[in-house]
């Protein structure tokens, strides 16, 4: 049938006609005002929308804004938004730590109430469906010009092999040489000293002490409390020989820059009754880590700064969903903060240079190739601009059968004003891997994000060419990335500048979730602060504006890996079938999402529907839950259809 514009469009085409008629007597305004109209009027026509697709606010209640800067999809189809404080000083000093569940079906809002502060955590699926979350805020940064009470690290040694000691918070150090007096500000539990024993000579040799850190501050304010040495420092309120046994130790103790400060507390998250559950705490502290799932199930923990606000000197652990519990991994290696970080399909690790900044700028910045069981790590090289990695996105193409990957844009380290244009390739399955320069983007981007899509695209928003959007440096771009041809194109573009704490996620339909963004300045000036993005996009892309999509109507909810299963599907896929795929839901921070993954499914044309295929590789195809998706001859995809892989 023969498209026929509606009244409000032709109502809108003519009102743009008469101010274009009109504005070259009234002068820029008019002309402004033309343009915009027009520019609405052109994005809105069906024919626009089947090739650029189209963006639309998500209408969300006042009372459910949050800065979101967390987001998961889960096996109910909603999706979790999560702020913890949100980057607000002013809500982590009130305990207002903030999650929101959506619900894309019915735009339905859930306040969830938060019990720590999971600012700056990080998160993954588990094979249960629940989502793991680790880690967040202990602490905010302060810059040196407003810490106005020296502090630092405080190492405290307990020398009694028969109990740990517990320090509560408040607990005053006194130094033996210097007499200045620095608080705790929270509880520290040190664990008793370990007997070492000779069995040569049948005797016990001494008493390695037991360890505990801690942050504290000088008890008033002032430089003439900074401390320029180490000193041994007696602590108050023990008596006996718990005085005797317990002592700290700290090296300076300054007015220097303090960095945001991690927790150990971890979370799982339950969809099915929608609320965070504690689980044991992690071994370390951790603020801006990456959470992995590996092949046998466990999640690895790596990064982020410690409970004192440095950088975790590769210390790595392993969470086991059927225990709960959590363990220190014999593999060491040290990584900036957020590395992107994803399972191989042979259970090696690939870690792409992709980070979030924090850290040496010369310490375990390389891409590369991980065994975690031997700690070989095999350096990949050919990465271009490999000092504009902060802030970069990595993506694993489609399938993942192919273990190619892609890196996105990127930036120097810290507040550099250096972005990168280039998009990094490598191919795993090579001999010897190595990056070659993929297409570019138009301009230097950082904090790109980068969707997968079902019919095996991938989509790229937003980011910023300065840091967090200074100067009025927001790309209101996006573009759609064909792996097979290695080209970019535009497609429409975004009415929001998207750069730090943004991220977006494939929504169960087939649509495009983007959120947050976290600019330092309000005005191309430099001179306003910035607001945090609250309000939250949809991208429709391109191929859900064709006439007809398949339907999958009817199928298992659980297929084995290495099985077969046959699933009803009709709509467009009536006549032939293209493709299916299983797609593993993201769960995405600091476009940073080492989740998301295309499974190609072997597929053939059934009588009612189709018959799939699941590969039997436990790397390939972690544990978990995913969406079917099923293409017809010409790409459209069916809505994701919810299966678990046990």
């Keep these: ?80 938004l999560v702020a913890g404080s949100g980057n607000n000083q002013k809500n982590f000093d009130a305990k207002k730590f903030e999650s929101v569940l959506w619900d894309p079906k019915t735009n339905g809002f859930k306040m969830i109430p938060t019990p720590k502060d999971m600012f700056c955590s990080g998160h993954t699926q588990l094979p249960d469906g629940k989502l793991l979350i680790a880690g967040g805020t202990n602490r905010y940064e302060k810059l040196a010009g407003d810490v106005t009470k020296a502090g630092g690290l405080m190492i405290v040694h307990n020398e009694n092999p028969d109990k740990p000691i517990t320090l509560p918070a408040g607990t005053r150090f006194t130094g033996k040489e210097n007499g200045k007096t620095f608080v705790s500000k929270d509880p520290l539990l040190v664990e008793k000293a370990k007997k070492v024993f000779d069995p040569k000579t049948g005797k016990w040799l001494r008493n390695d002490p037991g360890y505990g850190r801690i942050y504290v501050e000088a008890k008033e304010s002032g430089k003439e409390y900074e401390t320029g040495t180490e000193d041994n420092y007696r602590i108050q309120g023990l008596g006996g020989e718990d005085s005797r046994n317990t002592y700290g130790i700290a090296q300076k103790l300054a007015l220097d820059k303090k960095d945001f400060q991690g927790i150990k507390d971890a979370f799982e998250f339950d969809p099915v009754a929608e609320k965070y559950v504690k689980i044991d705490p992690m071994n370390e502290a951790r603020w801006y880590p990456t959470v992995t799932t590996l092949a046998d199930g466990k999640l690895l923990a790596v990064s982020g700064l410690d409970e004192i606000g440095q950088i975790i000197p590769g210390k790595n652990e392993t969470y086991d969903p059927e225990t709960r519990t959590w363990k220190y991994t014999e593999a060491v290696r040290k990584f900036p903060t957020y590395p992107a970080i994803f399972l191989m ?8 240079g992709s980070n979030s900044g924090y850290g040496p700028a010369d310490v375990g910045r390389d891409p590369g190739v991980w065994d975690l069981k031997t700690n070989k790590f095999d350096k990949v090289p050919g990465l271009s601009d490999p000092d504009l990695m902060e802030t970069s996105a990595t993506v694993r193409l489609p399938p993942a059968q192919d273990e ?33 320069d993929g297409a570019s983007l138009a301009k230097g981007t950082r904090y790109p994000s980068a969707s997968l899509l079902p019919d095996d695209s991938v989509f790229v928003t937003g980011g910023s060419s300065d840091y967090r959007g200074r100067g009025g440096s927001n790309v209101l771009q996006a573009r759609m990335y064909d792996p097979k041809t290695d080209a970019y194109k535009r497609v429409a573009d975004p009415r929001v500048g998207r750069n730090y704490h943004s991220g977006s996620l494939l929504l169960p339909d087939g649509r495009v979730m983007i959120f947050g963004s976290d600019s330092l300045f309000a005005d191309k000036a430099n001179t306003k602060p ?46 032939s079938v293209g493709t299916a795929k299983l797609m593993r839901p993201s769960a995405v921070t600091h476009v940073t999402d080492v989740e998301q993954r295309t499974v190609a499914l072997k597929v053939t044309k059934t009588a009612g529907g189709v018959s799939v295929t699941v590969p039997k590789s436990r790397a390939l195809v972690p544990s978990g839950w995913y969406m079917l998706f099923v293409t017809d001859a010409v790409g459209t995809p069916s809505e994701g259809y919810w299966v678990e892989v046990p």
């Design 530 to 575: 910035g607001v945090f993005e609250q309000r939250i996009e949809i991208y429709t892309p391109p191929y859900l504006y064709r006439d007809a999509r398949p339907v999958i109507s009817g199928g298992p909810k659980r297929i084995e890996r290495g099985a077969t299963a046959e699933f009803e599907v009709g709509g467009s896929v009536s006549g």
């Design 404 to 436: 190619k990957f892609m890196v996105i844009g990127g930036g120097g380290v810290g507040e550099s004003e250096e972005a990168s244009e280039k998009s990094r390739l490598v191919d795993l399955k090579e001999a010897a891997p190595k990056f070659r």
């Design 345 to 352: 399909n042979n259970g090696k690790l690939f870690y792409s």
């Design 1 to 80: 049938m023969k498209y026929r514009p509606s009244r409000r469009t032709r109502r809108l085409a003519i009102s743009t006609a008469v101010v274009l008629a009109l504005a070259g007597a009234n002068g820029p305004w008019l002309y402004r005002t033309a343009s915009e109209r027009y520019h609405e009027y052109k994005i809105n026509q069906p024919d626009y929308k089947a090739e650029n697709g189209h963006w639309d606010f998500l209408d969300v209640p006042s009372e459910y804004r949050i800065n979101s800067i967390h987001a998961a999809l889960l096996h109910t189809g909603k999706v979790l």
